[in-house]
């Protein structure tokens, strides 16, 4: 079993920056893939960055050059600079463990003036 806690989240102007965090606990001992994800209200949750526990990254691309995903062992941050109204969302936190996903809770990010 798996539990992800996201933190970090919050209201940001336009242009703004935010650090989004995932610490995961349980019986781990390394997590081969972690990703976010965020959903907008309205529409599908979809990938945002992902980073294996080989330290290789993938962005969407709507977020390159602006987002950095980064893992220390078991938990994944998420730097997110130069935001934008349309950044914001909900973001999820994913790991995934054998043949299994794993889900945080969510944690909402509004970017607006």
């Known amino acids: 079993q798996v539990q992800l806690v996201e933190s970090g989240g919050g209201l940001v102007q336009p242009g703004g920056s935010l650090r989004l965090s995932c610490a995961a606990s349980?019986?781990?001992?390394?997590?081969?893939?972690m990703a976010w994800y965020r959903q907008a209200p309205g529409k599908q949750r979809t990938i945002v960055a992902s980073?294996?526990?080989?330290?290789t990254t993938n962005y969407a691309d709507s977020v390159k050059g602006r987002f950095t995903v980064a893992r220390d062992r078991n938990t994944v941050d998420l730097q997110m600079n130069s935001l934008k109204p349309e950044d914001t969302a909900v973001y999820y936190c994913k790991a995934l463990l054998g043949p299994n996903d794993y889900w945080g809770q969510g944690t909402q990010v509004t970017v607006s003036s």
């Open positions: 349980g019986s781990i001992y390394s997590i081969p893939f």
């Open positions: 980073i294996t526990s080989a330290g």
